[in-house]
């Protein structure tokens, strides 16, 4: 059942004349299976609409920037009115203060604020902060994880020099004795730390933090001076009420958010520890848009539902419910899934499946039934979603295992993921 | 007659407490007048309030997003309806190919269009893809221009290692032989020449680009096989319905565009000719918010009435009125007042002023008279103005320049600028 995707197809073909490569970064579809569309239409609640009209359970929500719902009604209804007071202006307006003060509450590690807009832009902050503060240069990075698309962090160097990828050191998430040998190579030029709040890299099963590993980066950054920074954009407010970290016991010195604290307005921020404030004031940081009063209304609304509702309660009780359904149903059918990551960010790998073959085929049997999920990123459970969405996704998910069964033996392989193989 | 800025005064308190430094970045009033307040609540047309109530006539336009008025209903209501149907997806929406097609019909020498937030967004992928396409690192640039607040262009460098500010050479606005200068320094390396379209430095008087300096950068580029990369985010769209240097008969490979064609909504892009498409596609660019609809839609609304109207026009003839008009009155009182920059880009200095004393009297004085202006930074108009407002900010700047006159003999120096004179 191939979804009829005739405007899709019209849209593509007039983007590959006047966008490069016909759509740039993590939304393009390029390395998605073929049958999946480029180009949406509508989002409401936890539902998108491709610009066919097909309608879609999202449980890729956005990337994560949907974290209620999408056209969530009060949150927007804070942003419109805001934005008809006044939005971007000359300077801020009080809402930057109130969203700091909010925030600083929240995050138990954290003292101030600095709002941007990209989640790049919050770790290029961070790393900028470390550099001041310490007068050192080196950062350490767990391989394969992503902190942006800025040349210091990028996943693909194309266009990055090597001098702006210099001074790093890579230690494997969770190996306490790859992060020593990291510090020890890093000598007395530490400046900070990166840690993924779970290791949530592409292509490869996730995995929670060691509360082992975490502890001692901390200890690491106490002993040499340097700054310990969770970057919880990709993951926050889906794993704790505070820094994803706070959970472990474990308090950052810096901490990047983004994506989801305004429900996909756009804001991101850094929060710091008081350590951190004197060079955090010291560096120059700024952008056309971020002191843009709306979204930090939306944000503040946002904020008011994280405080006052068991949005994340439910979205756990949503994703334990996909997770052992899909156990069942995977086992029922006899096939190999592995399911890994918070169960609000979920991925689904299959066993034996090395250019995911059998991921391709089992995400576009469920999208033709409905349901759009991620072959190889980690996906996003949201608070709109309910115990029957689940059950949609479940049933979508019995039948399309069925296909995988019948169909794997005569799979072929995925060209557009032959780099899997090498 | 000082302003009551008891509320604005509260908040900076409170912002002490929650901000490094109380702000950060370009909207900081921290090099500004003490006078000046920090917070804004309200901003309709060409007209500004901020915290305390006082209306403002605004010539900094947010530092340029607000081109068409501040709250312009139908550029808003086209941000509201897209926000509706959806607005941060899983993908981007049909506008962003509407939008591609729309600013490369507009802008002679692009073929192709990336959108992203800041404007330091578009101005390092420019980069990336000048040495994508090169294979080369190094990029010249006019001492004092400003393209950002990343590591390899930040004007203040706490925090960016000299590695990322390698592979840079400079040269000076509008002198060739500088630029031939830094083109030999180069030798084979140069991926990159950046041209501010106008020199709009802080702090000096601006240039206007010599139409052979214009050329021979672009001879230069064509020697060397490197790109020109016009950073029209400041200037965009207030000196041509086109790319600024298109004025010149000169067509840069890459142009960098944010801040005010989407009237405030937070987008800002890079447009490229067909040389540079590969690079750009080769390239890993991205944000979480840049696939949003909403500011697309806004876009386009304000692209339609750069088109269909004489807001270009509209805003040369005010900027012509207030300039004639503020030399006529800086002579009657016997001021040296230098304007310079393009009409609807003022910059006003006084003559043997070097620590700004009299120019942040004169703006102070301003501002008592409900004008906002800038002492150091270029201004911008907006097409909401008129010819009233126009007149209402000739009559505050006479009384302004009668004070400067009786006090001026008295000034003491401002300390917070005295690093000027160093």
Not at 126 to 147: D, E, F, N, Q, S
């Amino acid at each position: 059942m191939p979804l009829s995707n005739s405007q899709d197809r019209q849209l593509r073909e007039r983007a590959a004349a006047v966008i490069p490569g016909g759509m740039y970064g993590h939304q393009s579809t390029g390395l998605l299976p073929d049958d999946y569309p480029q180009f949406f239409a509508k989002a409401k609640g936890a539902r998108l609409w491709d610009v066919d009209g097909h309608e879609l359970l999202d449980f890729m929500c956005a990337y994560g920037p949907n974290l209620m719902g999408y056209a969530d009604e009060s949150i927007d209804a804070a942003y419109v009115s805001r934005m008809r007071q006044g939005d971007t202006m000359t300077g801020p307006s009080a809402l930057i203060v109130e969203l700091a003060e909010t925030m600083t509450a929240m995050v138990t590690h954290a003292d101030w604020a600095i709002f941007c807009k990209n989640g790049g832009d919050a770790t290029q902050i961070a790393l900028m902060t470390a550099r001041a503060h310490t007068g050192r240069k080196t950062v350490i990075l767990a391989k394969g994880a992503y902190h942006g698309a800025l040349p210091w962090c990028t996943p693909r160097p194309t266009g990055a020099t090597p001098e702006e990828r210099a001074n790093r050191f890579f230690c494997d998430y969770n190996d306490i004795a790859s992060l020593e040998a990291a510090v020890a190579a890093a000598g007395d030029d530490l400046a900070a730390i990166f840690a993924a709040p779970v290791k949530h890299d592409a292509f490869v099963d996730q995995a929670l933090p060691d509360p082992a590993y975490a502890r001692r980066t901390r200890e690491l950054c106490d002993q040499t001076g340097a700054l310990l920074v969770v970057d919880d954009v990709r993951a926050g407010l889906r794993i704790a009420r505070d820094c994803s970290w706070a959970t472990l016991g474990v308090q950052p010195d810096l901490s990047s958010w983004g994506k989801c604290f305004a429900n996909g307005h756009p804001i991101s921020a850094l929060l710091g520890s008081e350590k951190a404030r004197k060079a955090a004031s010291q560096i120059y940081t700024t952008g056309s848009f971020w002191y843009q009063a709306a979204p930090m209304a939306a944000a503040l609304e946002t904020l008011k539902r994280v405080r006052e509702t068991d949005y994340l309660e439910h979205m756990e009780g949503l994703g334990e419910r996909l997770r052992s359904g899909l156990a069942e149903r995977a086992a029922a059918a006899g096939i190999g899934l592995r399911q890994t990551g918070p169960v609000t960010m979920p991925l689904f790998l299959f066993d034996d499946d090395p250019d995911l073959r059998q991921g391709f085929l089992w995400s576009s049997q469920m999208l033709a039934r409905g349901v759009y999920v991620h072959p190889w990123h980690n996906m996003f459970l949201c608070a709109a979603m309910t115990s029957a969405d689940i059950d949609q996704a479940l049933d979508a998910a019995e039948a399309s295992f069925a296909v995988v069964k019948a169909e794997r033996p005569a799979l072929g392989p995925v060209a557009k993921l032959s780099f899997l193989l090498a």
